[in-house]
């Protein structure tokens, strides 16, 4: 309502530079960070062996299924349009170097995170360091990909991930998940997301370059 009735500018450029929304670019960043977090697991089921317990309730799960086949690609694209399309456009504004309004998105992205349950169980220090990243790494794809495409899919991917497939405790999305981490590494899963971002960067933006 603000971005078309305030600023009078259509709702696509809140979206995209393109000319239509790229639902091919949604799926492709949706089905490489699914991949990425896939293999992060098995690496962490390899290392830990038990860490992982089996949670399968299949009536359950299959209206958790329901409800996040719904609703998790609105959730998780309304924050992409506020955090990684309002906001990042703002800053762009103001910030003409585009790694300041990136860094600037993580910053913000991690505040209202850090209310989540497990930055009080395992320390704010680690989790806003975890938010900062993950926020700093959507802001830089939906700046190098001009365009939100493929932040919502791996926005998208993550959170339908811990929903669906593989949860933890005092997740912020609690849901009859097929595997439950029985403890969360904060540490290791900050590994795994730097690492991971690096992947999904380089299998995008750089592999034309190698």
């Known amino acids: 309502v603000v971005h078309v009735f305030l600023h009078g500018r259509h709702w696509r450029a809140l979206v995209t530079t393109r000319h239509k929304l790229s639902w091919a ?9 699914g991949a990425i977090m896939v ?4 690496i962490e089921i390899a290392l830990y062996p038990g860490r992982y317990v089996w949670s399968f309730e299949l009536r359950s799960w299959l209206l958790f299924l329901v409800l996040a086949c719904l609703l998790t690609p609105l959730q998780c694209a309304a924050e992409e349009l506020f955090f990684r399309g309002y906001l990042l456009q703002a800053m762009g504004r103001i910030f003409h170097h585009p ?23 395992h320390g704010m220090g680690i989790m806003a360091i975890t938010y900062f990243i993950m926020g700093f790494l ?16 791996v926005h998208t991917a993550n959170n339908f991930f811990l929903v669906v497939f593989c949860g933890y405790k005092d997740s912020p999305l609690p849901a009859a998940a097929i595997l439950t981490s029985a403890t969360y590494d904060p540490v290791l899963s900050l590994a795994f997301l730097v690492l991971g971002g690096l992947a999904f960067y380089m299998w995008f933006f750089r592999r034309t370059r190698l």
């Open 39 to 42: 293999l992060g697991t098995l």
């Open 138 to 153: 959507l802001a830089l794809v939906a700046l190098r990909d001009a365009g939100l495409e493929l932040s919502i899919g």
């Open 25 to 33: 670019r949604i799926f492709q960043g949706a089905a490489v960070w």
């Open 99 to 121: 790694v300041l309004p990136a860094v600037l998105s993580g910053l913000v992205f991690a505040a209202p995170h850090l209310l989540n349950p497990e930055a009080v169980t």
